[in-house]
């Protein structure tokens, strides 16, 4: 058993799930050029996200000549940052390139990438030097004569790893204060290192700015500006002097510094009690007062809450509403509330308290009332009878007649489903099969272009779909990357139609069919098949609909209760 | 070693049917869910059943 163990743990691959370095560079890269625009674009390949600090963005190192270092060539830093396995983009456009280059038909474009983060002061070695050979047509053929090249922090104004002086705290003891001097010396197994520079002197940086922190002058150089290094370490003061913490603004956002959080202060009344020397030790006087208290403090309620015959208006008028909705819901009657309200006084009011019970009465039939105005709405299910559905088919197929589907703009694809939601995408089973398919490929049309709709629409499409307007959202995300949920939406309308005996049938439900499908065409892929990419503890369940949600909780929760409850039987029984 | 191996075998094969309507819901559920809470359901009953079928001696 000992050696089996012994055996397990060697075989687990324990460096691989270790970090690897604090900022690992880009896992790839790649040009491409739009040879009719004249762009470049660089693809960066994120690593594996196994590091301390990943990036918070990119630098890229450019020139025309090899041997590219982060001090002899151009740079720009990207916007974006690390996002794990994925290729993400920068684009030179074409005045960028101008800006940059005389010319650069036929020639050659090296570059290497570093990965940056500035809040952790980490940055990765650079890539291994790639170079392509740009074509040489006229996009590219800038023919400068009067060009220069960009030199100083127009050349390149990257991050830079600050290796600033230790600065001893003045007034506090703090050992946070002080700051590191990092160093780069971070290595990665993946990318070679590119080759060594040839020597270079770098002339001494301009020291411009002499800022007082802590009660100690601290000077910058004109990098520790460009970096962001004086507005950080402004921060880092700020903060030292508001929680305690020596730390940027970006640390405390993240977490870093243990804030306690403020309780709200209790507000404490003191009652003094004038009456107390007044009374006599005896037990009738003392009633007396008491029941003189009781009504001067009874009063005041009496005036503060709405006046009687405001609350009378109120009421009728609600009453009213409530009346005209009655005749068409046919509710029960008030009598109900009536009930609750005399309960709720028995609990609410011990004693008889003659003046609170006639106040709490109106303001409890108030919102009784408006309770049960709002229920209504719910309540309404709109059935349609068969010739009204014929009528509203023969509309859909009206609007549908002029509709192609590989032109159709978003006004027709809303026209098409507010038209499919007057009768219910169920009732399309009285529908022909050509206009069934349109009205798929209409709702398909929808998720698709579903940045493009306003939020009226949205809630046009959450309703053919019967789920709640958020979750448009989350299924046309969905759609992009499970296939299960791009095929239940393929083939919503048609099993929709399929199902219109069923009540309540969702997308969510053609989901779980189509899964259940699947899993019985290939029952060991359903588990298997797994991507883990940009899932977090926090985001899990995210990417589901409401009404996925509900309809899981529905199975998972009794599946969960009834383990419990066997263990539980089979406990009692052994004992 | 062979044998041993073959007697958890069977005992395995006997704990999994014991569990059969466990799994049944946890399938049904897998089945339910979308996205990463699929991809999270999915994997921890693989493990766990994995977990619950090597630690059999040792649980008894």
């Not at chain 1, 209760?561 to 406990?571: C, E, V």
């Amino acid at each position: 058993m000992l050696r089996l163990l012994l055996a397990l743990f060697l075989l687990i691959p324990m460096p691989v799930l270790a970090d690897h370095v604090p900022t690992q560079p880009a896992y790839g890269q790649d040009l491409t050029t739009d040879n009719n625009a004249g762009t470049i674009t660089i693809g960066i390949l994120g690593s594996d996200g196994w590091e301390d600090s990943p990036p918070e963005n990119y630098t890229i190192f450019f020139s025309g000549s090899s041997g590219i270092t982060e001090t002899n060539s151009f740079c720009v830093t990207t916007s974006f940052g690390h996002q794990t396995n994925t290729w993400q983009y920068y684009t030179f456009s074409n005045d960028d390139l101008k800006y940059y280059f005389a010319d650069l038909a036929g020639k050659n474009f090296y570059f290497a990438i570093r990965s940056n983060n500035e809040t952790d002061n980490s940055v990765s070695t650079l890539t291994t030097e790639s170079v392509y050979n740009i074509y040489a047509g006229v996009s590219f053929e800038f023919n400068q004569t009067d060009w220069s090249a960009p030199t100083g922090t127009d050349a390149c104004n990257p991050y830079v790893v600050t290796t600033t002086t230790t600065v001893a705290p003045a007034t506090t003891e703090d050992a946070a204060v002080e700051e590191e001097v990092v160093e780069e010396t971070t290595t990665t197994s993946t990318t070679l290192p590119p080759p060594p520079p040839p020597p270079t002197t770098i002339p001494p940086e301009e020291i411009i700015v002499d800022v007082k922190v802590e009660g100690v002058d601290k000077t910058y150089t004109q990098a520790d500006v460009n970096d962001g290094t004086v507005d950080r370490d402004k921060e880092r003061v700020a903060n030292q002097d508001k929680y305690g913490c020596y730390m940027t603004d970006a640390q405390i956002e993240r977490g870093d510094c243990n804030i306690p959080e403020e309780e709200p202060k209790e507000e404490v009344i003191i009652v003094v009690d004038d009456t107390k020397e007044e009374l006599s030790n005896d037990d009738d006087m003392v009633l007396e007062v008491e029941l003189q208290d009781e009504v001067e403090e009874l009063e005041p309620i009496k005036e503060e809450d709405t006046p009687k015959e405001e609350v009378k208006i109120d009421v009728e008028k609600l009453e009213e509403e409530f009346a005209i909705e009655e005749e068409v819901i046919e509710l029960p009657e008030i009598i109900i509330v009536e009930e609750i309200v005399e309960d709720e006084l028995y609990e609410e009011i011990p004693g008889d308290d003659i003046i609170r019970e006639e106040t709490v009465q109106e303001e409890d039939v108030q919102d009784q009332v408006v309770q049960e105005i709002e229920v209504p709405e719910k309540v309404i299910v709109k059935e349609l009878t068969e010739e009204e559905v014929a009528i509203e088919v023969a509309e859909v197929e009206e609007v549908i007649e002029d509709i192609v589907i590989e032109e159709v703009t978003i006004e027709e694809v809303i026209e098409v489903i507010e038209q499919v939601n007057d009768i219910g995408v169920q009732n399309l089973d009285q529908a022909t099969e050509e206009v069934q398919e349109v009205v798929q490929a209409v709702v398909e049309e929808a998720i698709e272009n579903v940045e493009e709709l306003t939020e009226e629409q949205v809630a046009v499409v959450a309703e053919v779909l019967q789920v709640e307007e958020d979750d448009v959202e989350i299924i046309a995300e969905a759609v992009k990357e499970d296939e299960v949920v791009a095929k239940a939406v393929e083939e919503y309308v048609e099993r929709a139609v399929k199902n219109a005996d069923v009540e309540n049938y969702t997308l969510a439900d053609v989901v779980t069919e189509v899964q259940y499908e699947a899993f019985l065409e290939n029952p060991i892929e359903t588990f298997v098949d797994l991507d883990f990419e940009g899932i977090t503890i926090n985001n899990i369940g995210d990417d589901m609909t409401q009404d996925q949600k509900e309809k899981a909780q529905e199975v998972v929760v009794p599946v969960i209760l009834t383990r419990i409850a066997s263990m539980a039987a089979f406990i009692f029984r052994r004992s | 070693m062979i044998k041993k191996l073959w007697a958890w075998f069977v005992e395995a094969i006997k704990e999994t049917l014991n569990l059969s309507w466990t799994l049944v819901g946890l399938i049904i559920a897998t089945l339910t869910l979308t996205g990463s809470a699929r991809q999270i359901t999915g994997l921890a009953t693989i493990i766990t059943l994995g977990i619950w079928l090597i630690t059999i001696k040792f649980r008894k």
